[in-house]
């Protein structure tokens, strides 16, 4: 059984108070970023595209290729955490652990950075800890590009100030935060199965209409088929109110609560499933919302970005 240490010892920081044996070091002196492998081989690779990386997972998916058809990529080892550098991605919280299987070839997209843990360090352990809001908070102040291709800049990353226990402390942590993930990703499999067959359901109620098979149908001129007497086909706008969210300018947000502000569901908020994560909400004024886009109960959220649409169970961007 694994027990957390009660720290009862605690020194001053620049980054405040912290356990007496923890250190606080800049992440290019806990990691090698961009480190590019040596002595690789072979004419085969598996290749991770950002579309490869999950947003709630470990591991990527990937694509085999041949070495010789990569137009643009970069090579890098297992064991190695790629973190999305370019907006919507890095807001979507894309990152992965590059999964060591038997001396394979990895190549990734150039919209990465590329880190590997020095000494002991735990792999897992920055990985969560990379995941947290606190520290991607300020990768994407400083961000700089045209607006949707934002990268975050590399001497930002590198000195990133990071919160270090020893190499046990970090193994400790990393594996109890990976039970959670094995629940996380359990219960996502439940969610999959009953979102099948809701939708199922839902295809034979009013898409096929089998339940009411018996009764008496007319024709539709709007959908181009028969539908149950009695029912009417109408558009969105003229049974539900429809309202845009909040626009607002990330100077003016923060992931901690302050004076007179508000929490704000962005896109990366609303993930599959009819889920929404609030592990990283941000706040912005109170002043910049109007009485009708606050969320309300029963209201749906519904986000298209990038041609991905989602739905939940809200109406807009605020509550």
Known sequence: MIKFKWETEFKQTEIGEVPR???????????????????????????????????????????????????????????????AKITPSFEHGKMCIVPNINEVRWFATTEVFSLVPKGQNS????????????????????????????????????????????????????TVLSWFDDLIENK????????????????????????????????????????????????????????RGVSFNQRESSFEHFPNSVPILRANNIKKHMIIDFSNIMFIPTSKISKEKYLQERDLVMIASNGNPKLVGNRNSAS
Do not use: C
């Open 188 to 243: 996502k499999r439940q969610n999959e199965i009953l979102e099948k067959t809701a939708m199922a359901i839902f295809k034979s109620w009013f898409v096929d209409f089998e339940p009411f098979k018996d009764e008496e149908f007319v024709y539709s001129e709007e959908l181009g088929k028969e539908i149950p007497k009695g029912w009417e086909v109408e558009e969105l706008k003229e049974i539900a109110n429809i309202i």
């Open 21 to 83: 044996e923890w250190g606080v070091k800049n992440l290019k002196e806990t990691t090698e970023i961009n480190k590019t492998p040596q002595g690789h081989f072979g004419e085969k690779a598996n290749f991770i595209r950002m579309e490869d990386i999950p947003t709630d997972g470990v591991y990527p998916s990937f694509v085999a290729v041949d070495v010789k058809e990569i137009r643009s990529g970069i090579e890098v080892l297992p064991n190695s955490i790629l973190l």
């Open 123 to 174: 792999l897992f352990f920055f990985f969560y800890l990379l995941k947290h809001p606190i520290l991607r908070e300020p990768l994407e102040w400083s961000m700089s590009g045209t607006s949707g291709r934002q990268r975050v800049q590399l001497s930002a990353l590198k000195t990133l100030p990071i919160l270090l226990p020893p190499p046990l402390e970090q193994s400790r942590i990393a």
